[in-house]
């Protein structure tokens, strides 16, 4: 059997069931934010089966969890054990609303790095691999529970936090580095700075990109694009949040699928205005229970996270995945977000697919999407900025607009920006502007 996987979907289902029950045990009556809120419901700890449990537990909001830190300052009520029991700070990077701020204990910490482990492992790190993180160490858990976890795993681990763009890119170099992490955004431009100030990425010795934070990792035209850039190297995507902890790797087999870690948490895909489980192959919201993370849990927590599953989670008798893993697998990965998801003229436009047709055209440097809201019908539009040497710029705008009427049967107006005129970025790429 694979490391850390399942003979079954039964055998996950029974998994899922154990940990949830001790989880309710431990939570009530001592998390004062759970106890208040399923006592309203009159919900006890006791949980019969997983289809129970999804009906009698009302889901859990970010908006919520915000207005009770709010309401109890600074943590919130959120906490199963008394303060002094916490040693970890985090917090959200607030790029969908403030930010929350979220603590562990020694014990939750030791559940995500093992979690964060087991990426690294289907990664395939080696100790030999040497690591660099390329971003500035701060508040957001990813960057503290990667470094840890590829340490522990014995490889060589290399901060990137205080310099330049050009300096991380000639540290790449000058350390050997073999595994780079950061987003697939910023991988883009450490790239493009390496060209810029003539440094040869591809005399290092990249063999792995780890990407995650937004949803590049898993489009196609994305990881074609880095494939380019850093030659010699594959994209390994994943994904997680502060308030979750790590939670999918990408299929070592099929590269745009992501494995939800199920040891881990108890998933459930939703329409987001129904609320009716998605069966395989439709789009939902990714719901989720933590099921180790005692001290700051989360019950049928509504992501946001827009997923398409290959199997239903609820299914039983399901087949493996050519990986052989029988974990939940995401077709397409993250497929973005429900807030992000804008309706133009009758057509659902998700910004995984207009990065698609972004980064499928060679010499598009950078752009931007503005949604028009002001007027009756939803307007899109794309601020394109080339890259300095498309030959031919008339005919790569002529290439977009079609490929927009291809795959989105819609007309968008493209415009130009002037060279180096849009914003880069280091960590989340934000290139959608609504006005």
């Not at 660099?132 to 840890?148: R, Y």
Request: charged share 20%; proline share 7%.
């Amino acid at each position: 059997m694979l490391s850390n996987s399942f003979a079954s979907r039964a055998d996950i289902r029974a998994h899922q069931l154990e940990m949830l029950r001790s989880l309710m045990a431990e939570l009530l009556p001592a998390n004062k934010f759970y106890a208040k809120k399923l006592a309203a419901q009159g919900v006890t700890f006791e949980v019969s089966t997983l289809e129970s449990f999804s009906k009698q537990v009302p889901f859990t909001t970010k908006t919520e969890l915000v207005e009770d830190q709010l309401a109890h300052p600074p943590f919130g009520t959120n906490l199963t054990y008394p303060l002094e029991c916490y040693t970890r700070y985090h917090q959200t990077s607030g790029t969908s609303g403030a930010p929350l701020r979220w603590l562990d204990t020694p014990e939750n910490w030791e559940w995500m790095t093992e979690s964060w482990t087991e990426i690294l492992k289907v990664a395939g790190l080696q100790p030999e691999d040497r690591v660099f993180f390329a971003f500035s160490f701060g508040p957001f858990i990813g960057f503290w529970l990667a470094f840890e976890s590829a340490a522990r795993l014995g490889c060589l681990c290399v901060p990137g936090g205080g310099l330049s763009s050009a300096a991380r890119a000639q540290a790449i170099l000058d350390n050997r580095i073999t595994v780079v992490c950061c987003t697939p955004t910023y991988a883009i431009r450490l790239a493009e700075v390496a060209a810029e100030e003539n440094i040869n990425l591809a005399s290092g010795q990249v063999r792995k990109l780890i990407v995650a934070g937004e949803p590049g990792g898993s489009i196609p035209a994305v990881r074609a694009r880095l494939a380019e850039l850093w030659p010699g190297a594959s994209v390994f995507d994943h994904h997680g949040m502060t308030e979750t902890g790590p939670v999918t790797f990408q299929c070592p087999a099929v590269p745009g699928v992501l494995h939800v870690m199920e040891r881990s948490y108890f998933p459930e895909i939703l329409e987001p205005a129904t609320l009716r489980s998605m069966s395989a192959g439709e789009t939902g919201e990714l719901v989720l229970t933590t099921l180790g993370r005692t001290g700051s849990p989360l019950l049928r927590y509504r992501t946001g996270d827009l997923v398409k599953p290959v199997v239903a989670p609820s299914q039983r008798d399901a087949k493996p995945c050519s990986c052989g893993r029988y974990e939940l697998a995401l077709e397409g990965g993250i497929l973005g977000r429900v807030d992000d998801m804008v309706v133009v003229r009758g057509v659902n436009v998700y910004p995984s697919a207009v990065e698609e047709i972004m980064r499928s055209c060679p010499g598009v440097a950078e752009y931007q999407v503005e949604i028009g809201t002001g007027q009756t019908l939803t307007e899109l539009s794309v601020q394109l900025e080339p890259a300095p040497d498309c030959g031919n710029v008339a005919d790569l705008v002529r290439r977009l607009e079609r490929s927009f009427e291809t795959a989105l049967a819609l007309r968008v107006a493209i415009t130009l920006a002037p060279i180096g005129a849009l914003p880069r970025f280091e960590m989340k790429g934000k290139r959608w502007v609504r006005h």
